[in-house]
């Protein structure tokens, strides 16, 4: 349960002159975890739902009976347990936006490990007809593969199956999806035709789209031989790309309407091209507070400063401007604004993998059915914490001793404490100006070495 295996399990117990156990034992007593998967399933997300479903109920000022059907936004990620496009195993989870609960999730395997040992052998060494088939039936309701296909298409493939299960199991529509710029699971769930769907953004990869364009942008140039980055004030260099990444985010996430963050995103790059003989300002918010030092002074009623002096980023207007226009164009049409109104993020998703993967390490070999189980226990504990794993503990019968709530409890402050952390606005700064400096120290580090060692766009 705590995601070892019977190897580290047994080198635990020897550092603690415990007994351990048999491999054979172990290996038994952990299918009698996995038989058990389809009851932890429900009692795990029964919990969540209806904590949801109430909380949305509230939210929308809907009076809840049992059969009423809820239409709420969901997050939806998929996760990979190896990175690029060999991942045999592949989860999509989704989480209710308003509560930050897990709701379902879903995993697709297209690897089974006694079909490749024993079946494998079988075939190829029992030259019987129809030996195989007779042990492929026997074995069939146990195998773990539920997939045929690329592993970049099962993100879409469970998507499928939890939407279309959504009513049935949840008396829930998940109207809205929060996901990535690919598209492909919404697609995929509103071709099944369930209910009508509308499509929201990430803010943070919305954001990034930006910085991707840019970087493509000065690629592109340079192949044409207009070279837009390199040395010399109001050049699109590296930093530069990447504090506009920045203003952009920010611009998106201080507007509650389209057009205002229509008006902060022009602020954001009208603002660093001005100079003192064109001040570019008229976007810039107004009062003595604004975080524009030209509409500052105006509101107290000083002289502003010069410009060299008071721009923290400055961009050639002559040089920029027709390169830059269609990108900032393209990137704040009214409609993705309008998919970003919620200001709403996929760190819950991204933390939930991170929980996920600590419980099923990705570098070493698990089985699908020791994933699915990992994948359970993680989001027992991502959704309600010590209780969580007691749900989990008391359905296995185990005793929940005092120390396994004091250690429990203790794990769990330690989580809250950290993601308390994460959402404070001040870390966030901080947090931004140490990644800033990070990739300012890396860029350095690369023009000693003679140039990037990665291609520009990726991330
Ligand atoms: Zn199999
Ligand atoms: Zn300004």
């Given at each position: 349960m705590a995601g070892m295996g019977s190897d580290t399990f047994n080198l635990f117990c020897e550092y603690l002159d415990l007994p351990g156990l048999h491999k054979k034992t172990f290996l038994k007593n952990a299918d009698r975890f996995y038989a058990k998967y389809e009851a932890t399933r429900k009692q795990i997300f029964s919990r969540a739902v209806a904590i949801a479903r109430a909380e949305n109920a509230r939210e929308a000022n809907i009076e809840l009976t049992d059969d009423t059907i809820l239409d709420i936004c969901v997050s939806y990620d998929g996760t990979w347990m190896k990175r690029g496009y060999t991942s045999k195993i592949g989860i999509g989870c989704v989480i209710d936006v308003?509560?930050?609960?897990?709701?379902d999730a879903e995993l697709l395997s297209t690897y089974c490990h006694t079909c490749e040992t024993t079946g494998a052998w079988i075939k190829s060494n029992v030259p019987v007809a129809g030996r195989y088939e007779a042990w492929y039936n026997q074995h069939k309701s146990d195998c773990c593969v539920n997939f045929v296909g690329t592993s970049g298409h099962m993100e879409v493939a469970a998507a499928e199956l939890l939407w279309a299960r959504s009513i049935d199991d949840h008396r829930l529509r998940y109207t809205t999806m929060l996901s990535d710029g690919d598209a492909k699971a919404f697609t995929a769930a509103q071709k099944l035709e369930l209910y009508p769907m509308a499509k929201e953004e990430c803010v943070n990869h919305v954001a990034k789209r930006l910085g991707t364009s840019l970087r493509n942008l000065v690629t592109n140039c340079s192949k044409r031989n207009i070279q837009l980055g390199g040395r010399g004030t109001g050049r699109l260099t590296r930093e530069t790309m990447d504090k506009l990444q920045t203003y952009y985010d920010r611009a998106i996430r201080k507007s509650n309407t389209v057009e205002e963050m229509k008006a902060a995103i022009m602020a954001t790059v009208n603002h660093c091209y001005s100079t003192d003989e064109t001040p570019r300002h008229d976007f810039c918010p107004e009062g003595?507070?604004?975080?524009?030092f030209f509409k500052a002074a105006e509101a107290k009623g000083k002289a502003p400063g010069r410009h060299a002096t008071n721009m923290k980023t400055k961009l050639d207007y002559k040089l920029l401007n027709e390169h830059l226009q269609p990108i900032y164009d393209r990137l704040s049409d009214d409609e993705l604004l309008s998919r970003c109104?919620?200001?709403?993020?996929?760190n819950a998703n991204e933390s939930l993998h991170s929980v996920i993967w600590s419980k099923c390490s990705k570098t070493k070999f698990a089985s699908a059915k020791k994933v699915r189980f990992s994948m359970l226990l993680a989001i027992a504990e991502y959704n309600h914490g010590p209780q969580g794993s007691s749900v989990l503990k008391n359905l296995f019968g185990e005793p929940s001793g005092v120390s396994a709530t004091r250690l429990s409890q203790r794990r769990t402050s330690r989580r809250l404490a950290a993601s308390r952390q994460y959402e404070s606005d001040k870390i966030t700064h901080r947090r931004a100006a140490r990644k800033m400096a990070l990739k300012r120290r890396q860029r350095e580090l690369e023009e000693l070495e003679g140039g990037p060692s990665y291609s520009a766009g990726a991330f």
């Amino acid at each position: 349960m705590a995601g070892m295996g019977s190897d580290t399990f047994n080198l635990f117990c020897e550092y603690l002159d415990l007994p351990g156990l048999h491999k054979k034992t172990f290996l038994k007593n952990a299918d009698r975890f996995y038989a058990k998967y389809e009851a932890t399933r429900k009692q795990i997300f029964s919990r969540a739902v209806a904590i949801a479903r109430a909380e949305n109920a509230r939210e929308a000022n809907i009076e809840l009976t049992d059969d009423t059907i809820l239409d709420i936004c969901v997050s939806y990620d998929g996760t990979w347990m190896k990175r690029g496009y060999t991942s045999k195993i592949g989860i999509g989870c989704v989480i209710d936006v308003v509560t930050g609960f897990v709701l379902d999730a879903e995993l697709l395997s297209t690897y089974c490990h006694t079909c490749e040992t024993t079946g494998a052998w079988i075939k190829s060494n029992v030259p019987v007809a129809g030996r195989y088939e007779a042990w492929y039936n026997q074995h069939k309701s146990d195998c773990c593969v539920n997939f045929v296909g690329t592993s970049g298409h099962m993100e879409v493939a469970a998507a499928e199956l939890l939407w279309a299960r959504s009513i049935d199991d949840h008396r829930l529509r998940y109207t809205t999806m929060l996901s990535d710029g690919d598209a492909k699971a919404f697609t995929a769930a509103q071709k099944l035709e369930l209910y009508p769907m509308a499509k929201e953004e990430c803010v943070n990869h919305v954001a990034k789209r930006l910085g991707t364009s840019l970087r493509n942008l000065v690629t592109n140039c340079s192949k044409r031989n207009i070279q837009l980055g390199g040395r010399g004030t109001g050049r699109l260099t590296r930093e530069t790309m990447d504090k506009l990444q920045t203003y952009y985010d920010r611009a998106i996430r201080k507007s509650n309407t389209v057009e205002e963050m229509k008006a902060a995103i022009m602020a954001t790059v009208n603002h660093c091209y001005s100079t003192d003989e064109t001040p570019r300002h008229d976007f810039c918010p107004e009062g003595p507070d604004s975080w524009c030092f030209f509409k500052a002074a105006e509101a107290k009623g000083k002289a502003p400063g010069r410009h060299a002096t008071n721009m923290k980023t400055k961009l050639d207007y002559k040089l920029l401007n027709e390169h830059l226009q269609p990108i900032y164009d393209r990137l704040s049409d009214d409609e993705l604004l309008s998919r970003c109104l919620r200001h709403a993020t996929q760190n819950a998703n991204e933390s939930l993998h991170s929980v996920i993967w600590s419980k099923c390490s990705k570098t070493k070999f698990a089985s699908a059915k020791k994933v699915r189980f990992s994948m359970l226990l993680a989001i027992a504990e991502y959704n309600h914490g010590p209780q969580g794993s007691s749900v989990l503990k008391n359905l296995f019968g185990e005793p929940s001793g005092v120390s396994a709530t004091r250690l429990s409890q203790r794990r769990t402050s330690r989580r809250l404490a950290a993601s308390r952390q994460y959402e404070s606005d001040k870390i966030t700064h901080r947090r931004a100006a140490r990644k800033m400096a990070l990739k300012r120290r890396q860029r350095e580090l690369e023009e000693l070495e003679g140039g990037p060692s990665y291609s520009a766009g990726a991330f």
